[in-house]
């Protein structure tokens, strides 16, 4: 038994749905359980719940029930390379919801150098919503303005976190000194700082090197920008982030190198977060070497997807917790638009495809490899960017009281992925013909059933924006931090007035 209501007569804002049957999924535990949803909430969960009779039944036998995921890294409607990313704000949700995503964050960019026309233009990017989202905002300068435009999305936005860009040299890339003020200005509004990790002026110059050298197809965009790269501004940005005394998010690990030095500064007890994404798990750099230009292309993202080993890294630092969530950093730019770099790859537009697949990779790659749990997958996949992002309980997790987002999943479904049958706006797939076993049947966003049995319902416009609140977890206890550096040796600064007088004392009985 499915639906015992058909889909077809499910309606948007219903006052119960009753999900019975399943076992439900959360980061701490599993266990048999039914679900009662109330006016886009979750009322009850647990045995013997009595739902009303008018409820709309959902039958999960056999299937998990899962907190909706939470991609914490996207990039809808983006203009990037002269391009502009082809999913919007409904195309992407739409996605993101058939493959069981009900949450994302999006990164929105300056508007001339301005922060805070940059968010009014990304909310109005945003009014063909169909599921909840927040923002980060991206800072590529620096001056009172910006540090000033800051705390006012923080304060009166709801944006909690702030991107520094370590690469894109002429872009978008900061310099150091840049880096240590942003960082400086994130700890006093208690915003978390986050950073894409490359030797820009490294990357530069290997770009250079690699197109000198002839090699113009895409395989010279991974050549020029070599894991090495990825490590050394990662440990460069945990040194400084150490130096401030501030929380560190580390956007996109692609490299062990990069993985390793977020475990030596968090073993340093440094306060630092790894996000990886699906393609780092689940591809490798082989197809950027493919004899076809449109194929090879598609793999074209920043940092590079690596090899095989790295990809293993990736898995294992996330299956041990050296890495704590993923991501997808969907960038989407259709066949013809990566053709821009034909004939330069420093021209190809960056980014790969993932809101839909990720979770169904996740579980592919990693739950039926044996490398991590049910409850570890919700941990990665939805729980830890909802804690990280001060939005823990209200989702990312299945009980009373918390948003009605929520997965049903077959766990032994198997299904074939491939860009004839995904819902984003773009023509190729990054993991095409990837065979998976586990699906995503059924999706409920706000309370509302969205996807089910490969039907979509999302409703253009009925996404909210979710404002994040500051501090948190993360920022608890730094001020304690400071006072401890400065009482090394008896404290600071050193009182030496007294000591001074004496020695003068002391001389002037000598001269007598």
């Not at 705390?151 to 991107?163: D, M, W």
């Not at 449109?294 to 940092?303: D, E, I, K, L």
Request: proline residues 4%.
């Amino acid at each position: 038994m499915l639906f015992i209501t058909l889909l077809d007569h499910f309606t948007l804002g219903a006052s119960e749905i009753f999900i019975k049957g399943g076992t439900v999924v959360n980061a701490d535990r599993q266990f048999r359980a039914d679900v009662l949803i109330r006016d886009k909430t979750i009322a009850e969960v647990g045995q013997g719940i009595k739902a009303s009779r008018y409820a709309q039944l959902i039958d999960a036998t056999g299937k998990l029930v899962m907190p909706g995921g939470i991609d914490p890294h996207t990039h809808l409607a983006m203009p990037f390379m002269g391009q502009v990313a082809c999913d919007d704000f409904y195309t992407g949700h739409a996605a993101a919801l058939a493959g069981g995503t009900t949450f994302h964050i999006d990164f929105a960019l300056p508007v001339d150098g301005d922060l805070l026309k940059g968010y009014e233009a990304w909310r109005k990017k945003a009014e063909n919503a169909a599921m909840d989202y927040a923002f980060h905002m991206a800072v590529t300068s620096w001056d009172d303005k910006i540090s000033e435009q800051m705390g006012t999305l923080a304060e009166r936005h709801g944006i909690n976190s702030f991107k520094f860009f370590m690469a894109y040299k002429n872009a978008l890339m900061v310099t150091d000194e840049q880096l240590v003020a942003g960082m400086s200005r994130c700890r006093e509004i208690g915003a978390l700082v986050q950073v894409h990790a490359e030797n820009g002026d490294a990357v530069a110059e290997g770009q250079k090197r690699v197109f000198n050298a002839g090699i113009t197809g895409p395989e010279g965009h991974g050549l020029s920008r070599p894991a090495g790269l990825e490590g050394e501004a990662t440990a460069r940005a945990a040194r400084l982030a150490e130096f401030v005394n501030t929380p560190l998010y580390v956007v996109h690990v692609m490299s062990n190198d990069a993985a390793e030095e977020i475990t030596r500064s968090r073993s340093r007890g440094a306060r630092i977060i790894g996000e990886t994404v699906a393609a780092a798990i689940a591809l490798d750099e082989s197809k950027l070497w493919d004899k076809n230009f449109t194929v090879a292309a598609q793999y074209v993202m920043s940092p590079p997807i690596r090899s095989k080993a790295h990809s293993a890294a990736i898995r294992a630092a996330l299956a041990g917790g050296q890495l704590q969530l993923l991501g997808t950093d969907h960038a989407v730019f259709n066949s013809t638009q990566k053709l821009a770099g034909k004939d330069d790859f420093r021209n190809i537009p960056n980014g790969v495809n993932g809101i839909e697949e990720r979770l169904h990779v996740a579980w592919n790659e990693l739950v039926n490899t044996g490398l991590i749990a049910p409850t570890d997958f919700v941990r990665i996949t939805s729980t830890a960017a909802a804690q990280i992002f001060n939005i823990y309980p209200k989702k990312g997790v299945i009980q009373p009281g918390s948003d009605a987002d929520i997965i049903l999943f077959d766990p032994g479904q198997d299904h074939v992925i491939s860009a004839a049958t995904h819902h984003s706006a773009m023509d190729t797939n990054v993991y095409e013909g990837m065979q998976m076993r586990g699906k995503v049947t059924t999706t409920i966003s706000r309370g509302n059933v969205v996807w089910h049995e490969g039907k979509l319902t999302a409703e253009r416009g009925s996404g909210q924006y979710v404002p994040l609140p500051t501090g948190g977890p993360l920022f608890a206890g730094l001020d304690a931090r400071d006072k401890v550096i400065r009482s090394v040796y008896g404290g600071a600064p050193v009182d030496r007035k007294g000591v001074a007088l004496e020695k003068e004392e002391e001389e002037a009985k000598d001269e007598l």
